[in-house]
């Protein structure tokens, strides 16, 4: 795949597309997209532009990473807080926590928005894990997004 123009072949770039409103009301967060690592989450049916966080208009957060979707009421978030600096092997595509419940979904390895819910959300795979405490998504607006949801 190759990179958008005005970005450099191997760096990072720009968010796929502005934060803010959407027509129904709602709020959207674009994913903060590294191509260089395009292999890795066009596996998972990635596609920026697409896919992003929401905030819905009837008060709901879903996340949607090609063929992963979690949705939950904004009254299950628990607070959310930024993290950084991740290897690539545990932040590109949709990962699994081995340490905890938590879920990845990544585009890039610089910063992402670890939100926590009080319930568990659903698991995205039909087999193994009953549910998840905690997502974290590379959203490009870091700190609108924390806002949003409230620190943790």
Avoid at 22 to 49: C, I, K, N, S
Avoid at 68 to 90: F, Q, S
Avoid at 97 to 106: E, K, R
Wanted: with cysteine.
């Amino acid at each position: 795949m190759t990179a958008p123009p005005g970005a450099g072949p191997t760096g990072p770039n720009p968010p796929t597309g502005p934060s803010g409103p959407t027509d129904d009301g709602g709020e959207v967060y674009p994913y903060a997209v590294d191509y260089r690592f395009a292999p890795m989450w066009l596996a998972f049916g990635f596609v920026p532009g697409r896919d992003a966080v929401r905030i819905t208009a009837d008060g709901d957060f879903v996340a949607s990473f090609g063929l992963a979707r979690v949705r939950t009421p904004l009254e299950n978030i628990d607070g959310a807080h930024v993290t950084r600096d991740y290897r690539w092997w545990t932040a590109i595509g949709v990962r699994l926590s081995f340490a905890d419940d938590g879920l990845t979904f990544g585009t890039n390895t610089r910063a992402g928005v670890c939100v926590h819910f009080r319930e568990k959300v659903p698991g995205v795979l039909p087999v193994g894990r009953r549910g998840h405490s905690a997502l974290t998504v590379t959203v490009a607006d870091l700190q609108d997004l924390v806002a949003r949801l409230g620190r943790s």
